[in-house]
């Protein structure tokens, strides 16, 4: 029965970008990992096809080769070169000064890379180093207050762990790997004819050079399995939106003894219903009586440290701002703090009686002022 195409298999167009090959094994792999879904032999074969196609469209030079064959690189006994010979081209060719890119024009600079050592442009090696894990992120929205103050908190993340039944060998315990018998341990298999032959990473073995004949029933050879994991989080003072805070280690498990990822905290911060951040400032529209304006008075305001005292000197004006000094955010790279300034607004009052009016008129004959004799059109 034949495969399915691998782009297919992740729901991705061939233009898709490693991010989103990437992106979508992770969330077709969390729904079909056999954790989640004990028993179930269809999630299982559908697990395995997700992983199978990933191992191939991760990697840039597999990618390119099944981009160019399909899944014929990785089969044994595969030739590129037979399908040039049954069109025609007689016993083969002479590989001596033969360059795919001025044959066949720009549209084949691939052939060069996947076909170097051809030519003893290079040699590629297929040994499985150790890896570095997948970085993990996870989205954490916090308050105003929090953002400003800092936050120490716990969160819960699901992440591909070691298999703590096997240790992260992938092997049945009691049993281990053996050298890959299809390579005899090298990694690498011959393909092609005559002196186009090259090699490629071994199909059995993947090119580690060992062959595992007892896989681990719980990972099913991976290593690693999905685990929940409660992890503690200290968001330092001064974040803001978009704000990464970093965890070292807590990401997904290396590859072949390699280190773990990290795991990135993005900072949503909530809209505060009187404070508005910019920067490392805090703005605030704090209202004004007719009386405290024109007399001057002094005012409690609001700072997200608390209640202070604020000085109004007299005939202030509304829309007029005021700085409270290291009333602001705290610097999350630097010392010191940030400042908050004070907007004031001056309400007119509304529904006076006959008397208040009188009054205002009376204060008005008494200091007349014209804001508007200025004014030229």
């Known amino acids: 029965m034949a495969k399915r195409d691998y782009y297919e298999v992740l729901g991705l167009k061939k233009s898709a970008s490693k991010d989103d090959i990437k992106k979508a094994y992770r969330k077709l792999a969390r729904k079909y990992h056999p954790d989640v879904n004990p028993g179930d032999k269809k999630a299982e074969e559908r697990f395995k096809e997700i992983s199978e196609a990933y191992e191939v469209l991760?990697?840039?030079?597999?990618?390119?080769?099944?981009?160019?064959?399909?899944?014929?690189?990785?089969?044994?006994?595969?030739?590129?070169f037979s399908s040039y010979q049954k069109r025609g081209r007689g016993e083969g060719f002479d590989s001596q000064g033969f360059n795919f890119e001025d044959t066949f024009g720009r549209g084949f600079e691939g052939f060069g890379d996947i076909f170097?050592?051809?030519?003893g442009k290079r040699k590629k090696s297929y040994a499985q180093e150790p890896a570095k894990g997948t970085d993990i992120q996870y989205s954490m929205e916090i308050s105003f207050e929090d953002a400003i103050k800092g936050l120490s908190t716990d969160i819960t993340i699901q992440r591909n762990a070691s298999c703590d039944e096997c240790n992260g060998s992938g092997t049945t315990p009691g049993s281990r790997?053996?050298?890959?018998?299809?390579?005899?341990?090298?990694?690498?298999?011959?393909?092609?004819?005559?002196?186009?032959?090259?090699?490629?990473?071994?199909?059995?073995?993947?090119?580690?050079?060992?062959?595992?004949?007892?896989?681990?029933?719980?990972?099913?050879?991976?290593?690693?399995?999905?685990?929940?994991?409660?992890?503690?989080?200290?968001?330092?003072?001064?974040?803001?939106?978009?704000?990464?805070?970093?965890?070292a280690g807590k990401g997904e498990t290396g590859k072949h003894g390699?280190?773990?990822?990290?795991l990135y905290i993005i900072v949503k911060v909530r809209p505060h219903p009187f404070f508005e951040r910019k920067g490392d400032n805090i703005y605030c529209v704090i209202p004004l009586t007719v009386t405290e304006a024109t007399l001057g008075s002094q005012?409690?305001?609001p700072t997200i440290d608390g209640n202070v005292t604020m000085k109004i000197p007299e005939g202030t004006q509304s829309g007029q701002v005021f700085r409270?000094?290291?009333?602001?955010?705290?610097?999350?790279?630097e010392s010191g703090r940030g400042d908050q300034f004070v907007e004031v607004k001056i309400m007119?009052?509304?529904?006076?009686?006959?008397?208040?009016?009188?009054?205002?008129?009376?204060?008005?004959?008494?200091?007349y002022y014209n804001p508007r004799s200025n004014l030229r059109v």
Do not use: H, M
């Open 258 to 262: 390699g280190p773990a990822g990290d």
């Open 116 to 119: 170097g050592d051809i030519f």
């Open 299 to 301: 005012i409690t305001a």
């Open 348 to 367: 007119v009052p509304k529904n006076l009686d006959e008397r208040s009016k009188q009054l205002l008129r009376d204060v008005e004959r008494l200091n």
């Open 58 to 80: 991760s990697d840039p030079e597999k990618r390119k080769k099944y981009d160019l064959y399909g899944q014929q690189p990785f089969q044994s006994g595969f030739d590129p």
């Open 177 to 247: 790997s053996q050298v890959c018998p299809a390579c005899n341990g090298t990694g690498q298999k011959k393909a092609g004819r005559g002196p186009l032959s090259f090699s490629q990473a071994c199909p059995q073995c993947k090119g580690s050079g060992s062959w595992n004949p007892n896989p681990c029933k719980k990972c099913f050879g991976s290593g690693t399995t999905l685990k929940k994991e409660r992890i503690g989080v200290k968001i330092p003072s001064g974040v803001d939106t978009g704000s990464k805070v970093r965890i």
């Open 324 to 333: 409270l000094a290291n009333k602001g955010s705290p610097k999350l790279k």
